[in-house]
């Protein structure tokens, strides 16, 4: 199952069946990144709305997904070249968005919180997508910083960190920026609403490399074990200052440092470890690869000829050459961060933003 349809089953029992009504306002979140548009629609009961959202499956009794929507606009294509929104980017971007528009005009969305991350933060020509998706859609958009969205991303992943771990690494690798964030978690056993653990932010850190750009940036020689081993080392010695200014390698040491994946790259790796023949959420969403798995996975990927990653069943059609890529960048963060597992998440930026809404509309 592609990525551009997976999402009909990111969630069960999305179908609107009269949880609406004025009692359960329906919220909805739009992530547009790099590479993809994604959206994510809830109906929130608000009478019974007392507990944390995210822990290991929604609640039921307090919010229930209704529909969801991913597809990949590369919004980011050419970026690298001259900081500069391609028409045909703008586009694809647009027609996405016209059916995020229909999908929440059907299920009577009252609340949205729509986001654009590193492509729209790096381009000169932003404001003409934002001018049109306000005027053509009446959607705003939002062009939020790495540390919004870093936050956002921490948000939506929390509900798979342990609270028996003092401290935490997430990251969330973009299509057009790598965000880390370190986290101290807080093992009195308070909570905050919507978040199953309670923790402080203690640094971040936004990497100015994604997928789609590195990929594009090298080209047909992005499968090349040089440029791969170039990437890698890239990643790791860009996160350097931030490990050693945080002393990350005492937290390994003393085994109290838990590390958390998000994104496209994480997922298809946790796919194909467990040899999936269809994308299956609840098979992935808080398992857990070591670096032994990361690497195996890498090496084959690297050797796998190009027409066979292209119809492999875990990797989602338009992302073959993207996960080649996502792979030295993912091999670089367990170099800078040598854990024996990485929990992946299955969830991001769009659960964090609806964690927060379902926080205010009640």
């Known amino acids: 199952m592609t990525n551009l349809n997976r999402d009909k089953k990111y969630y069960s029992g999305y179908k609107d069946d009269g949880f609406c009504d004025a009692h359960h306002p329906v919220i909805a979140a739009i992530d547009l990144g790099t590479n993809s548009c994604r959206l994510l629609i809830a109906s929130v009961n608000i009478a019974t709305l007392k507990k944390s959202f995210f822990r290991s499956r929604p609640q039921s009794k307090g919010w229930k997904i209704l529909d969801s929507f991913a597809r990949i606009v590369r919004l980011g294509e050419g970026l690298y070249k001259d900081d500069v929104l391609s028409s045909d980017a703008i586009e694809r971007t647009i027609e996405a968005l016209k059916i995020c528009k229909r999908k929440m005009d059907f299920h009577n969305v009252k609340h949205l919180r729509a986001v654009a991350t590193e492509a729209c933060r790096r381009a000169s020509n932003s404001s003409e997508l934002v001018d049109r998706v306000f005027h053509e859609l009446g959607i705003k958009l939002e062009i939020v910083t790495t540390e919004e969205e870093a936050r956002l991303a921490l948000t939506g992943c929390a509900g798979i960190m342990s609270s028996s771990i003092p401290n935490g690494i997430v990251f969330d690798i973009g299509g057009g920026s790598t965000e880390v964030v370190l986290v101290k978690i807080d093992q009195s056993g308070r909570q905050r609403p919507g978040y199953p ?19 594009e940036k090298y080209a047909q020689f992005a499968s090349s074990p040089e440029i791969h081993k170039s990437v890698r080392d890239l990643i790791k010695n860009s996160l350097m200052d931030f490990v050693n200014k945080n002393n990350i390698m005492q937290f390994i040491e003393m085994n109290s440092l838990q590390t958390v994946g998000s994104s496209g790259t994480v997922t298809t790796f946790a796919a194909l470890q467990l040899g999936l023949q269809k994308y299956e959420r609840k ?13 195996t996975i890498s090496d084959n990927l690297l050797n796998m000829p190009d027409d066979e990653r292209m119809n492999h069943p875990c990797i989602a059609t338009g992302r073959s050459d993207l996960v080649i890529i996502g792979s030295a960048i993912l091999q670089g963060m367990c170099d800078a961060f040598p854990q024996i597992r990485i929990k992946v998440a299955d969830r991001g930026v769009r659960e964090g933003i609806l964690a927060e809404m379902l926080q205010k509309v009640h």
């Open 197 to 215: 653990v309670a923790f402080e932010v203690i640094d971040s850190i936004s990497l100015p490399y994604g997928v789609v750009t590195l990929s």
């Open 283 to 295: 098979k992935i969403d808080g398992m857990s690869l070591t670096t032994e798995d990361i690497n």
